[in-house]
């Protein structure tokens, strides 16, 4: 079975640049995350979807991240404008809620630097 | 955000020692995971202990749960170079169905 897929990898771009991740999470997963994760520090949430709705954005910030989950499935995270601060890591994870414990798959990461 | 807070920071330890790691956190849980991450990659589940539970096993892993104290801790016993890593709590705060992670611990095992 397929793991969470994320695309790119890797992203360099220059600052007031808009940028956009991808994520493809595990086939039937209906719970789908986003985190960012700084260098030396654990993941903080930005966004949760429960299916194509989004239950929990209070940490994303509205006036330049968006994001997406259309159908339910696939998911887009947008920074429009980026900023120097934004350089980190984006992790998207997936996972089947009611198996107790929601235990989270996580994709490889795209890692953003901003210049 | 809040996240738990993760002793040690850093640990370095030979082959074939335990290692042990300790993570603490603010509020009330439904449970606890440890995740470990590889340099440049993902997250990977390792265990997961309920709030109901005290202590679990799984391999070489022991995990232990004081929710008075609220606190866990993470042994690897009989480590080896592979278990080089990062490792993370994450606890799933009452009532809902987020996760907060810890800062980490860096271990490093050497042969």
């Known amino acids: 079975e397929a793991g969470v897929v994320q695309s790119p990898r890797y992203k360099i771009i220059e600052k007031k640049q808009p940028v956009a991740f991808w994520c493809n999470p595990i086939s039937g997963h209906n719970t789908l995350y986003w985190y960012l994760q700084n260098l030396g520090q654990g993941p903080e949430l930005l966004i949760r979807y429960e299916n194509e709705e989004a239950v929990d954005d209070s940490q994303l910030p509205k006036d330049r991240f968006s994001a997406e989950r259309l159908k339910g499935v696939d998911s887009t995270l947008k920074i429009q404008p980026a900023e120097l601060g934004d350089s980190a890591v984006y992790l998207c994870a997936s996972s089947l809620r009611g198996t107790g414990g929601n235990t989270q798959y996580f994709g490889p990461g795209t890692r953003l630097t901003v210049l | 955000s809040q996240q738990g807070e993760e002793d040690p920071q850093a640990l370095s330890i030979q082959e074939g020692e335990n290692a042990t790691m300790n993570c603490s956190y603010k509020t009330s849980i439904n449970n606890l995971q440890w995740y470990r991450q590889n340099s440049g990659r993902g997250l990977v589940h390792l265990i997961l202990?309920?709030?109901?539970?005290r202590e679990k096993h799984s391999g070489r892993l022991r995990v232990t749960l004081d929710t008075s104290k609220k606190s866990s801790s993470l042994l690897i016993t009989a480590s080896r170079a592979a278990d080089t890593a990062s490792y993370f709590c994450?606890?799933?705060?009452?009532?809902?169905?987020?996760?907060?992670f810890g800062t980490g611990t860096r271990l490093k095992v050497l042969a």
């Open positions: 202990i309920r709030s109901n539970e």
């Open positions: 994450a606890t799933e705060t009452s009532g809902t169905y987020k996760y907060i």
